[in-house]
């Protein structure tokens, strides 16, 4: 079985501050990794993924995500927000090798962009 | 159509009606899962299809809940003699193919479930 934490269920900051979305996970066989993200009034939409290769892998709308399998995270990145990053986050795991199809998802993380 | 469509939005309903959620996926995509979220909680997977098959089914709660799928088409969940705890965000999604590695979950906009 696998969880996925998000700590922080909102995270306000500043137009053209950094922002770091957090996220842990557990499992007890290898996943892939997504981060997803829903604007208001549409549906999820996949941010970016880990399958494999390097750990650190972008996104669209300038995210990215790097890959810690030592402290088992997937922590989501932007130097500089923008108003229209304003969402809810949310990460997921899937099991590898498994033949397992569903997502496990973190409770989601809501950042909200100030002027 | 352009996405997935999910009807109706919003359902309010009395404790112990039936209640049933549609889910029109992208054309073409031959995966279709369904999703629930609960107020301040992470989305919990309820059944996966492949085509009209449901080869995993173990993200249903209770007997109470059903799901079938019509070809590669249309997908109905059924929740049975609602529960105040069944009140949620029901959300569909499709994909092109089996694998969520290579092809994006593509989500509805979900349906509000109040059960009163």
């Known amino acids: 079985a696998q969880s996925v934490t998000q700590l922080d269920s909102q995270v306000p900051v500043f137009e053209e501050a950094p922002v770091e979305l957090r996220c842990n996970y557990s499992?007890?066989?290898?996943?892939?990794l997504f981060w997803y993200v829903q604007y208001p009034n549409q549906g999820l939409q996949l941010l970016l993924k880990?399958?494999?290769?390097?750990?650190l892998v972008k996104g669209i709308n300038g995210f990215e995500a790097e890959f810690n399998k030592s402290q088992t995270s997937f922590h989501l990145r932007k130097p500089s927000v923008h108003i229209s990053d304003t969402a809810e986050y949310f990460c997921?795991?899937?099991?590898?090798?498994?033949?397992?199809?569903?997502?496990?998802f973190g409770s989601g993380t809501r950042l909200q962009v100030q002027p | 159509g352009a996405g997935v469509s999910q009807s109706p939005s919003n359902k309010v309903t009395e404790k112990g009606k039936d209640v049933e959620l549609r889910c029109d996926p992208i054309?073409?995509?031959?995966?279709l899962y369904w999703y629930r979220q609960r107020l301040g909680q992470g989305l919990e997977f309820l059944i996966y299809?492949?085509?009209?098959?449901?080869?995993?089914k173990s993200g249903l709660p209770s007997d109470r809940f059903s799901a079938e799928r019509t070809g590669e088409s249309v997908s109905t969940l059924t929740i049975q003699r609602t529960q105040q705890e069944d009140s949620a965000v029901y959300l569909c999604?499709?994909?092109?193919?089996?694998?969520?590695?290579?092809?994006?979950?593509?989500f509805g906009n979900g349906t509000r479930l109040t059960v009163t």
């Open positions: 999604a499709s994909s092109h193919t089996q694998g969520i590695y290579n092809s994006p979950l593509h």
């Open positions: 499992s007890s066989v290898s996943v892939y």
């Open positions: 880990y399958l494999s290769g390097s750990t």
């Open positions: 997921a795991v899937s099991e590898v090798d498994t033949g397992r199809r569903a997502l496990t």
């Open positions: 054309s073409g995509h031959t995966a």
């Open positions: 299809f492949q085509g009209n098959s449901a080869p995993d």
